[in-house]
């Protein structure tokens, strides 16, 4: 397991002990039943349509490049990512290296009526728990950081509570492990976990072994229109987007210029030049 990883299980354990005890499961079981109705969307929209599917993200903070942007105003970001046209919107609650919160999760819930993410570092139910109980529609699970037995119980236990999965691999070896059981949505992270380094290569690699019936994400290093085009050509379904959203000052014209260029260039079909691109350098 990488070093970062390692370093995140450590944090995680001790998390999930004092979250345990602060909220037990029994708490947060009866804020969940005392809801109006599972929030079992996710899947839904992924697979609806044949429009590329924006996955656009709440991330204040990154172990690569630190903080992201001081612009705490939730509900303008959320109602820049809907006016875009996201599919859904991913939400870290990763305290340690992101700034993410259950909170912040909640928060963005009560301002939208798209599906929500959970995105985070999940290795027990507890978590999932707390997620849904904030309003998650879906829960992301990282093949790199769970074995085969905890990852399909992990799997089992969101089905359970009415959520939705975004599975996540790094490697021909986390898909294989990952299709043992087959998950409708699989999602293809581009970030080397050692390094911090990302390569769209892994996604364009990967992309020839992943199942025509799977709905497939390509997660982190997408930043303009020119990666937009290889991963739509590769035969992707959308894109999970953080940073270039959450360092611009335009999220909506460049989730609408993302979507126009994936549609044009989708699994190599069409050579037409569009969308917005954005150098996140630039706030």
Same mark, same amino acid.
């Given at each position: 397991?990488?070093?970062? *990883? $390692?370093?995140?299980?450590?944090l995680k354990k001790q998390e999930v002990a004092e979250g345990m005890e602060a909220i037990p499961l029994k708490i947060l079981e009866k804020q969940i039943a005392s809801q109006a109705a599972a929030p079992n969307r996710f899947q839904k929209?992924?697979?609806?349509?044949?429009?590329?599917? @924006? @996955?656009?993200?709440?991330?204040?903070?990154?172990?690569? #490049?630190? $903080?992201?942007?001081? %612009?705490? %105003?939730l509900k303008s970001r959320v109602s820049e990512y809907e006016r875009g046209g996201a599919t859904a919107i991913s939400v870290l609650t990763e305290r340690y290296y992101f700034d993410g919160s259950y909170q912040k999760l909640a928060q963005v819930k009560e301002q939208t009526t798209l599906p929500v993410l959970q995105k985070d570092f999940i @290795?027990?139910?507890?978590?999932?728990? #707390?997620?849904?109980?904030?309003?998650?529609s879906a829960v992301?699970?990282?093949?790199?950081?769970?074995?085969?037995?905890? *990852?399909?119980a992990l799997y089992y236990e969101a089905q359970q509570l009415g959520m939705d999965c975004l599975v996540e691999v790094h490697d021909e070896r986390e898909l294989d492990k990952v299709m043992k059981f087959s998950p409708p949505l699989v999602g293809v992270n581009n970030r080397n976990l050692s390094s911090f380094t990302v390569d769209l %290569?892994?996604?364009? $690699? *990967?992309?020839? $072994?992943?199942?025509?019936?799977?709905?497939?994400?390509?997660?982190?290093g997408v930043k303009n229109s020119a990666d937009i085009k290889r991963i739509a050509a590769a035969?992707? %379904?959308?894109? *999970?987007v953080g940073e270039v959203l959450m360092t611009c000052s335009r999220?909506?014209?460049i989730i609408k210029g993302f979507k126009d260029t994936f549609d044009r260039y989708r699994n190599g079909k069409r050579s037409v030049p569009g969308g917005e691109t954005c150098d996140p350098s630039v706030g």
């Open positions: 397991m990488f070093s970062f *990883l $390692r370093k995140i299980l450590a929209v992924m697979e609806g349509g044949s429009d590329c599917k @924006i @996955i656009a993200e709440i991330k204040y903070a990154s172990p690569s #490049r630190g $903080r992201l942007t001081a %612009d705490y %105003d @290795i027990h139910p507890w978590q999932i728990y #707390r997620g849904r109980a904030a309003g998650a992301l699970l990282i093949a790199a950081l769970l074995d085969d037995r905890q *990852l399909q %290569d892994t996604c364009i $690699r *990967l992309a020839k $072994r992943l199942p025509e019936e799977t709905v497939t994400i390509a997660e982190s035969g992707y %379904d959308g894109v *999970l999220p909506a014209a």
